[in-house]
């Protein structure tokens, strides 16, 4: 429960800012891991683990997605307590969300900052998600945005059956309650997205990646057309067309 509160805060923040990082921060260490550069103000030894699993990631996008690799290297930035991370953000990304870990996106690469904890491996990969979509394709709906980035928060063991959503989401296909789509494809503001559409757009996800194949082949063309610049029009229409008895193969699923 306290993990399901907790990534519903997590957010993605693409605004201008013109913070610059590591000039006055002094970086103890420093890794390269697939296209994450990660500095941090501790020392990473021991935390290969952690940093692999990042580069798996770029790998998942790819291998599930059919998302094209990075295209720009992503920065991140790790802090080793809480007050530290929050000086920083409060001194160089004024006026960011306070949160618990960010990705922060303008004219430069990519930059996720975080700060280390027992979700920290949780925090990066949610950011990281969101950092290696934006570094490959020109646009995402934040519905998919925030629906991908839970769906590979947790370790590719517990994507099935492991997410904290899972129980919320099982609750209310027993009232054959069936999310709409399209009231999703209506929140354009991260202020819109409240625990509710956090849920629900990790469901969709859930339902597109380990459901029908069909559903995922659409989530894939509808990805590719982003990527080749060609206007994806809306996944409910997509998918309703492509799966008639879309609401009926929702509820299996999760059944
Ligand atoms: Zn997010």
Redo the contacts with the bound molecule.
């Keep these: 429960m306290i993990r399901y509160l907790r990534s519903t805060l ?3 923040v693409i605004l201008e800012v013109s913070g610059k990082c590591g000039n006055s921060a002094t970086w103890a260490d420093a890794r390269i891991t697939g296209p994450f550069t990660c500095q941090a103000d501790f020392s990473l030894a021991g935390l290969e683990g952690v940093l692999d699993s990042l580069a798996s990631l770029q790998n998942d996008l790819v291998q599930l997605l059919g998302v094209a690799p990075a295209k720009e290297p992503i920065e991140i930035y790790l802090f080793h307590d809480k007050a530290t991370y929050s000086a920083y953000m409060k001194r160089y990304l004024p006026g960011v969300p306070e949160r618990k870990a960010l ?1 922060v996106k303008n004219q430069g690469p990519g930059r996720v900052f975080a700060f280390w904890s027992r979700d920290v491996e949780v925090d990066l990969r ?2 990281c998600t ?1 950092a290696l979509l934006h570094a490959s394709l020109p646009l995402v709906p934040l519905w998919l ?2 629906g991908l ?2 769906f590979f928060e947790v370790s590719a063991a517990q994507r099935a059956q492991g997410h904290p959503q899972l129980d919320g989401v099982r609750r209310n296909v027993r009232r054959r309650e069936v999310p709409k789509l399209q009231t999703l494809e209506n929140k354009v503001e991260v202020a819109q997205m409240g625990r509710t559409e956090y849920r629900d757009s990790w469901a969709w996800v859930h339902f597109m990646l380990l459901g029908p194949p069909a559903a995922r082949e659409e989530l894939k063309a509808y990805l590719a057309d982003i990527q080749h610049n060609t206007p994806p029009g809306r996944m409910s229409t997509r998918l309703a067309n492509r799966l008639p008895q879309l609401d009926t193969l929702y509820v299996g699923h999760f059944r």
């Design positions: 997590l957010v993605l990705y949610h950011e969101h945005d925030e980035a839970q």
